[in-house]
């Protein structure tokens, strides 16, 4: 399976500012996708990080908060914008290997607002 | 769209069988997953069943019922580590190939 970098691990930031999340994978993958867990809930898909064109947005989330980058098959990341203390949450990078194969995760950003 | 249900908690003995199930309507499947997450931690994939049947790894198996949206995870000779959050997840030809995650069960097992 995959292995997934990502980073920072966890973050402490300030009300206002952005933070940008990196995901690195060790082998070329179609799909990337970007979660949202809030504490106590399960995932929520932010968007889907296509290679050499926008990302797809899921309902409820938007460019300009969330602005994601995907340059090649291993790389994206995440922007989460403007942050306030609801942004507090756990952010997930995801794999999909492609047709059967299960989503892999990175460990995870926890990130906290004050 | 998705829509996914499985209960909120469970509370199991230590050396037990626990099954928890999946229920879902999908306008297109294409898969059917179950991962684990420890709290803290990332989800780690457990199992995967596209077919009717039992797919079936060491302590852990898991049934899908297309016909019905049905699938559960079944565990067995339980152990204090095996307490976390369970998550069905189902993966949706007609989106693209995204999978949608159930809110997850929080499996406690108590010795």
């Known amino acids: 399976s995959a292995v997934i970098s990502q980073k920072p691990s966890r973050d402490i930031c300030q009300r206002g500012t952005s933070l940008t999340i990196q995901c690195q994978v060790d082998s070329q993958v179609t799909m990337m996708f970007w979660y949202r867990q809030q504490p106590g809930q399960s995932l929520t898909l932010i968007a889907t990080?296509?290679?050499?064109?926008?990302?797809?947005?899921e309902s409820g989330f938007v460019i300009d908060k969330f602005p994601i980058s995907r340059p090649n098959l291993t790389f994206s990341t995440l922007t989460v914008s403007n942050m306030s203390p609801e942004d507090s949450s756990i952010y997930l990078c995801?794999?999909?290997?492609?047709?059967?194969?299960?989503?892999?995760f990175g460990d995870g950003t926890r990130l906290s607002i004050l | 769209g998705q829509n996914i249900d499985q209960p909120t908690e469970m509370t199991a003995t230590e050396g037990a069988i626990v099954q928890i199930n999946c229920t879902y309507q999908t306008s297109g499947f294409n898969g059917l997953f179950w991962y684990q997450q420890h709290a803290g931690e990332a989800p780690t994939f457990l199992s995967y069943n596209v077919l009717d049947g039992l797919e079936e790894k060491g302590r852990f198996s898991s049934f899908l019922s297309r016909s019905k949206g049905y699938s559960y995870l079944l565990l067995k000779e339980l152990q204090m580590k095996d307490s976390a959050s369970y998550l069905c997840?189902?993966?949706?030809?007609?989106?693209?190939?995204?999978?949608?995650f159930g809110d997850g069960t929080t499996l406690t097992v108590k010795p």
């Open positions: 997840a189902v993966r949706d030809n007609t989106n693209a190939g995204k999978s949608t």
């Open positions: 990080a296509n290679q050499g064109s926008e990302a797809t947005y």
């Open positions: 995801s794999v999909d290997s492609g047709e059967g194969q299960p989503q892999h």
